[in-house]
T-cell receptor, first 110, second 114 residues
Framework: KQEVTQIPAALSVPEGENLVLNCSFT??????LQWFRQDPGKGLTSLLL?????REQTSGRLNASLDKSSGRSTLYIAASQPGDSATYLC?????????FGAGTTVTVRA | SAVISQKPSRDICQRGTSLTIQCQVD?????MFWYRQQPGQSLTLIAT?????????ESGFVIDKFPISRPNLTFSTLTVSNMSPEDSSIYLC???????????FGPGTRLTVT
């Protein structure tokens, strides 16, 4: 059974600082790994998808890396803004089903 | 990408009753899933909704409690039966398709059972 862990559980940074969010998973036979953003009381917004054959994926200020052999993914958010405040979830896909981590709640202080 | 809508967005229900949640996707998708997010928790997969056949349930979830239908490639329903306060959660529908199998989520249904 896939187990996904996210560290840290919460993070508070001043505006402009870079964010580093960590995700680890136990079963390296993943199809892909997705990073999501969830605002309070809302659904999930897909941020980045990394296929198992890829090492990283970038979208604007966001960059995600994947190391399947060590079971790790990292989400980098450059030059954080107060609008980046949310909970970030990573999810590993096995047989197209997602296993989620508990999330990292990010607060960016103006 | 796929755009997913859910109805209702929220509901308050009495213990012992049932609620059916609808999920509509704006395009044909290969797979649809239902997840539960209990208060303060992450998401847990309930089942895979299979088109034209019985859903595939994850460990800890049973058809009698969470019957699921998927009559076509764009629509699915989840029923939460004989509800108790422990069923108070956000229920989310997701869909995937295409070569990347990126999953997209609906806005969720916030259920409160009193």
């Amino acid at each position: 059974k896939q187990e996904v862990t996210q560290i840290p559980a919460a993070l508070s940074v001043p505006e402009g600082e870079n964010l580093v969010l960590n995700c680890s998973f136990t079963d390296s036979a993943i199809y892909n790994l997705q990073w999501f953003r969830q605002d309070p009381g809302k659904g999930l917004t897909s941020l980045l998808l990394i296929q198992s054959s890829q090492r990283e994926q970038t979208s604007g200020r966001l960059n995600a890396s994947l190391d399947k052999s060590s079971g790790r993914s990292t989400l980098y958010i450059a030059a954080s803004q107060p609008g980046d405040s949310a909970t970030y979830l990573c999810a590993a896909s096995n047989d197209y089903k997602l296993s989620f981590g508990a999330g990292t709640t990010v607060t960016v202080r103006a | 990408s796929a755009v997913i809508s859910q109805k209702p967005s929220r509901d308050i229900c009495q213990r012992g009753t049932s609620l059916t949640i609808q999920c509509q996707v704006d395009s044909q998708v290969t797979m649809m899933f239902w997840y539960r997010q209990q208060p303060g928790q992450s998401l847990t997969l309930i089942a895979t909704a299979n088109q034209g056949s019985e859903a595939t349930y994850e460990s800890g979830f049973v058809i009698d409690k969470f019957p699921i239908s998927r009559p076509n490639l764009t629509f699915s329903t989840l029923t939460v039966s004989n509800m108790s306060p422990e069923d108070s959660s956000i229920y989310l529908c997701s869909a995937t398709g295409g070569s990347s199998y990126e999953q997209y989520f609906g806005p969720g249904t916030r259920l409160t059972v009193t």
